[in-house]
C-alpha cells in the first residue's frame, strides 16, 4: 500500500502550517482566553477567531477534511490526515480556525453523504459557511 501523500496534501499542509505560525501561534494564548472568556450559547467563536477563520475561508484552507471537491478540497482519509497533523500541533483547538471542528465536522460528512436537497440548504450550507443553522430555520 502507498502511503505518500499527494502533492495537493503536501501543498495544503504547507500553507496550514504557514497560516498557523502567521495567525494562531503569535496568538495562542488569547484565543484561549477568548474561548473562555467570549463563548456562550449565542457565540460560538470569539472575535479574535472570527477574523482568523475568515482568513482562512480567504486563503481556500476551509473545510479540509469534506472528501469531496464540491464542498471541500476533496482529499482522501490518507491526504487529510497528512494536513490534519500541522491542524492538530496547536495548544488551542486550531480545527476551529478551518472549521474543521467536531461535532460540526461529522455533521457535515454525514449531510453531505446523505441529505436531500432541503436539508443541504437548511442544515448543510450555514454549517459549510461557518454560520449558525439554527439562524436558518
Given at each position: ?126 454549517l459549510l459557511e461557518a454560520r449558525s443553522a439554527a439562524a436558518s430555520?
Open positions: 500500500m502507498d502511503f505518500e501523500p499527494s502533492d495537493r496534501a503536501k501543498e495544503l499542509s504547507d500553507r496550514v502550517r504557514e497560516f498557523m505560525d502567521a495567525h494562531i501561534y503569535p496568538h495562542e494564548l488569547e484565543i484561549e482566553t477568548a474561548l473562555d472568556r467570549e463563548v456562550d450559547a449565542g457565540t460560538p467563536f470569539p472575535e479574535i477567531l472570527v477574523g482568523i477563520r475568515e482568513e482562512a475561508k480567504k486563503e481556500g484552507l476551509w473545510n479540509l477534511f469534506l472528501p469531496d471537491a464540491e464542498d471541500g478540497p476533496g482529499l482522501s482519509n490518507l491526504d487529510y490526515g497528512i494536513v490534519n497533523e500541522e491542524i492538530g500541533r496547536c495548544s488551542i483547538p486550531a480545527a476551529y480556525a478551518f472549521n474543521c471542528q467536531p461535532p460540526d465536522s461529522g455533521n457535515m460528512e454525514i449531510l453531505v453523504a446523505h441529505a436531500n436537497p432541503a436539508q443541504r440548504e437548511k442544515w448543510l450550507t450555514p430555520r
